[in-house]
């Protein structure tokens, strides 16, 4: 179920399996307070899957929540299935604006406000170049005393078998996670939720990855390795072994795993080619086009004209990665006007 707010949708009720097994029979306070599960006030994310709260009152009949100070409608949280189903938690999917956010969360009884709880939380997306202040740690989702709130429904300690040689419904990361691997590219051990190739069953924090970048993809990807070691020269992110700062580890909607499509990604950081003429002048003094167009070439196979039809992303052994693996320019030039 999704809650619009006035010109735009800022925050939705996360539905579906995913919330109809979770927090049926906790034994919660009646009071409490208002208090947030994840993330936790005065840290930083880097994705906005996640908003769980703990409202500390199952008497309460509607919550608003206002992120920048952009409010939803008032979110019924008092209905027999309602309870029935979340008692007195509230989890939401936020669309957090870039930078520092002002959460706001009011609660009712009826028309009467009981509590007006604030909190501050900084977003800086996966694979966008974001300083995050000092004073904002890092998140940590599987938190020992959040964990134990959902142990009544919940396997949160399972065995390696449980996450590896299981259905996916069967899975114990599958009912909350089951998102990462609704996206139209899956990195193959998302699909098939075999989260332990990645991420450890213990440590601290729980569920973390013990490597990161290329020494965790180097692991499986041992084809890609062997092939960046024999380029002269490398991509930046790549030299630098930053995987993830491209890539999304477990999916998204573009090619590749993408962050973003590619020449959105390129240009975030090279921003000067957007606004310059790049390879060459046309007769109406317009440069170049990167993008609108079918690439003509044989390599591209009928794709869309993006960097990557001149350029390989990872390096290569011409200076500036041309696909065709030299300094050429005309021979560059000529796999799409072919003489």
Same mark, same amino acid.
């Given at each position: ?7 735009? &949708?800022?925050? %939705?009720?996360?539905?579906? &399996? ?24 005065? @840290? ?16 309460? @009949? ?14 019924? &949280? ?28 009011? @609660? ?40 134990? +709130? !959902? ?21 114990? #990361?599958?009912?909350?996670? *089951? ?21 450890? +069953? ?14 965790? #993809? ?15 020269? +490398? ?7 930053? !995987? ?49 167009? @079918? ?5 591209? *196979?009928?794709? =869309?004209?993006? !960097? ?13 990665? %041309? &696909?065709?693996?030299?300094?050429? *320019?005309? =021979? ?8």
């Amino acid at each position: 179920m999704r809650f619009g707010f006035p010109g735009q &949708v800022r925050i %939705f009720l996360a539905g579906g &399996v995913v919330l109809s097994s979770l927090l049926i029979a906790l034994a919660i306070p009646a009071r409490a307070g208002v208090s947030m599960i994840y993330p936790e006030p005065g @840290t930083s994310v880097g994705d906005s899957r996640h908003l769980v709260l703990k409202l500390g009152n199952t008497e309460l @009949t509607s919550v608003v929540v206002a992120v920048n100070g952009v409010a939803s409608d008032p979110l019924p &949280v008092g209905t027999v299935e309602y309870r029935r189903a979340f008692r007195d938690f509230l989890i939401l999917q936020p669309l957090w604006d870039k930078g520092k956010n002002h959460l706001t969360v009011d @609660t009712f009884v009826g028309d009467k406000k009981q509590e007006s709880f604030t909190a501050d939380i900084y977003y800086a997306p996966k694979g966008e170049t974001l300083d995050v202040p000092k004073e904002f740690r890092p998140a940590v989702m599987h938190r020992p005393e959040a964990d134990e +709130l !959902c142990v009544p429904c919940h396997n949160m300690k399972p065995s390696m078998k449980q996450v590896i040689d299981v259905p996916d419904k069967d899975n114990a #990361c599958y009912s909350c996670h *089951k998102r990462m691997a609704n996206q139209k590219y899956v990195h193959g051990p998302v699909g098939t939720y075999s989260c332990a190739y990645c991420h450890v +069953l213990q440590g601290t924090p729980l569920y973390a990855t013990p490597k990161r970048d290329t020494k965790l #993809c180097y692991g499986c990807h041992q084809e890609k390795e062997k092939e960046l070691k024999g380029y002269k020269f +490398l991509h930046g992110p790549v030299a630098a072994g930053m !995987c993830e700062i491209c890539h999304d580890s477990h999916g998204s909607d573009y090619p590749a795993q993408l962050r973003m499509p590619i020449n959105k990604l390129c240009l975030s950081c090279h921003e000067q080619i957007a606004t310059s003429i790049h390879v060459t002048t046309l007769g109406g003094g317009e440069s170049h086009p990167l993008a609108d167009r @079918t690439d003509p070439s044989d390599r591209g *196979k009928g794709r =869309e004209l993006s !960097c990557v039809s001149c350029h390989d992303a990872h390096g290569g052994k011409a200076r500036y990665y %041309f &696909v065709t693996g030299n300094d050429n *320019k005309m =021979e560059l030039c000529q796999m799409c006007h072919k003489k």
